[in-house]
C-alpha cells in the first residue's frame, strides 16, 4: 500500500485549485498553496442577431480643425451597406477604419480628389463622390455591390482639415496654396480675385444680401481660372477640384465705402499694367501679363488701377468728391474690392500692401501719394490692385450717395472682409451623413 503524508495540513484552497503554483520559503511548507484571496472571473458572451441599422446626422457646421465620429465601434460584427455624407465643400474629409484597414490616416478621403481622378462609379473599398450639385454640395459615397463585412472594429469620422481661409475673393499674393496634412492641393485658385459673375438676381439686390445669392449659385457660381502655381512646380503633389474656400468659407461682408461717396461719382478702369491717367504723379503699376509672372524663382503679380471722378464729365480736376483726409482714406492698403455694375460683380483684387493711393493735388496739378487729401479741394482719387481683371471695365456711374448705395438696384465700389468682428473660422456645413449597417455578431464581456 502507498504511504500517505498527513504532516502538512491541506486546506480548501487546495481542493478549488490543484494545479496553483506552490511557494517554498522559510515560514511555508514546502506545498503550499498560494491564491488570490477573491478569485477573479470573467465571462465573454456573443450575442448573433440579424439587425438593420441606419444612422443619421446633420445639418452639423464643423469649423476648421474639428471632426465629428459618426461611429465608432468595437466587439462588433457585422455588414457596412452604404456611407453617404452631403457637404458644402469638397475638401471635407471621410476617413473610414474597418478593421485593420483604412482608407487615408488623418484627413480621410474627400470629394476634391475623388473628382478629380474620374472616381464616380462604386467600387469595393474605395469611395466615390458626385460633381457639384445645382445647389452647390458634394457626395461623398461608400456602397458596395456587395456588403463589406467587418469583424471587431468600425470606425468613421468626417472632418475639417482646412485652415481657416482668407478674406473671400482677395489677392493670393504668390498664387501658390497648398493645404496642410494629407490634403490634396487645388489646381486652381478658384474663389480668389482675378474674374467676376453675372446673374440677373444682383440687378436688383440689396448689398447686405450679395454674400448669400453668390453662396447660392452652386454650379453657376464664381470661378477663376488662375493655376495653383504649388501644383505646377510640383506634378507628385495629389491635387483637388474646386478650392475649399468655397459655400460657407466664402462668407464675406459687402460694404461701400461709407462717408465717401456722393452722387454722381464715376468709376473707370484701366486696361491691366496700364497707367489710368497720364497725368504727373500717377503711380506706375506692374506691366507683367494677368495674372502675374514667375521668372526664376520670383512672382510678380499682375495689377490694375481705377480712377474715381467726381461726376461723369470724367474731369481730375473737378473737386467735391468727400474722402477724409489725413490717414484715413475710404480705400485702403490691403483692402479686397468689389466693383458693381448692374447683374455683375466684378472681383479685381486687394490693394497692395507696398502701394500707396494717389489723388489729384489742385495745388501742384500733379497726383500726390502723401495722403493729405483736402476734401471739396482737390480732385480725382486713384487706386490700384493685384491681380486686376484682363480687361478694362465698363464705366460705372453712382447716382446714389453714401447708404442709399446700400439699397436696392446701387452700383458701386466697395470692400470685402470677413463676417462679424472676428476673422472666419472656416465652417464647412455638414447637410446629411448617412451610414447604414447589419449587424451581425455583438460581444458583451
Not at 37 to 45: A, D, E, F, L, M
Amino acid at each position: 500500500m502507498p504511504i500517505v503524508d498527513y504532516s502538512t495540513p491541506r486546506r480548501g484552497e487546495d481542493l478549488t485549485s490543484p494545479n496553483a503554483n506552490r511557494q517554498s520559503n522559510a515560514s511555508q511548507p514546502a506545498d503550499t498553496v498560494i491564491v488570490p484571496s477573491t478569485p477573479t472571473h470573467t465571462t465573454t458572451r456573443v450575442i448573433e442577431d440579424s439587425l438593420f441599422i441606419t444612422e443619421r446626422m446633420g445639418p452639423v457646421t464643423i469649423n476648421s480643425g474639428e471632426s465629428i465620429d459618426v461611429l465608432s465601434l468595437t466587439s462588433e460584427a457585422g455588414d457596412i451597406v452604404s456611407i453617404e455624407v452631403v457637404t458644402d465643400n469638397p475638401y471635407t474629409g471621410v476617413y473610414l477604419e474597418m478593421d485593420d484597414y483604412k482608407n487615408r490616416e488623418g484627413t480621410g478621403v474627400t470629394a476634391a480628389e475623388l473628382i478629380m481622378k474620374n472616381k464616380i462609379t462604386p467600387s469595393n473599398r474605395e469611395f466615390y463622390a458626385e460633381d457639384m450639385r445645382e445647389d452647390g454640395t458634394f457626395v461623398v459615397k461608400y456602397s458596395p455591390s456587395n456588403p463589406d463585412p467587418y469583424t471587431d472594429r468600425i470606425k468613421i469620422q468626417v472632418r475639417n482639415d482646412v485652415s481657416k481661409p482668407p478674406v473671400p475673393y482677395s489677392h493670393n499674393t504668390t498664387q501658390r496654396l497648398k493645404l496642410r496634412g494629407n490634403l490634396p492641393a487645388p489646381v486652381t485658385l478658384s474663389h480668389t480675385a482675378g474674374s467676376y459673375i453675372s446673374h440677373p438676381n444682383f440687378a436688383s439686390i440689396t448689398i447686405a444680401e450679395m454674400s448669400v445669392l453668390l453662396n447660392k449659385l452652386g454650379k453657376h457660381g464664381y470661378f477663376n481660372t488662375i493655376r495653383n502655381l504649388s501644383v505646377a512646380e510640383d506634378p507628385t503633389i495629389r491635387t483637388g477640384a474646386y478650392t475649399p474656400f468655397m459655400n460657407g468659407m466664402a462668407e464675406a461682408k459687402f460694404t461701400t465705402m461709407s462717408g465717401s461717396e456722393v452722387a454722381g461719382m464715376r468709376i473707370v478702369s484701366a486696361e491691366p499694367g496700364v497707367k489710368v491717367s497720364t497725368t504727373t504723379g500717377v503711380p506706375a503699376p506692374n506691366s507683367v501679363t494677368w495674372p502675374g509672372q514667375f521668372v526664376s524663382g520670383t512672382y510678380t503679380p499682375s495689377q490694375q488701377q481705377f480712377i474715381i471722378y467726381k461726376s461723369n464729365s470724367e474731369d481730375e480736376t473737378e473737386a467735391g468728391l468727400l474722402h477724409p483726409s489725413g490717414p484715413t482714406e475710404p480705400l485702403s492698403k490691403g483692402d479686397t474690392i468689389f466693383v458693381k455694375v448692374g447683374d455683375t460683380i466684378y472681383f479685381p483684387g486687394t490693394i497692395p500692401q507696398d502701394e500707396s493711393n494717389a489723388f489729384y493735388d489742385a495745388g501742384t496739378s500733379q497726383y500726390k501719394t502723401d495722403g493729405s487729401y483736402v476734401a471739396n479741394t482737390d480732385g480725382a482719387y486713384i487706386f490700384t490692385v493685384s491681380p486686376g481683371l484682363p480687361f478694362k471695365l465698363p464705366k460705372v456711374d453712382m447716382p446714389l450717395a453714401d447708404s442709399a448705395l446700400a439699397g436696392t438696384n446701387f452700383d458701386g465700389v466697395g470692400t470685402i472682409t470677413h463676417p462679424g468682428s472676428v476673422p472666419s473660422q472656416g465652417p464647412m456645413l455638414i447637410h446629411e451623413i448617412v451610414v447604414r449597417r447589419k449587424r451581425r455578431l455583438t460581444q458583451l464581456l
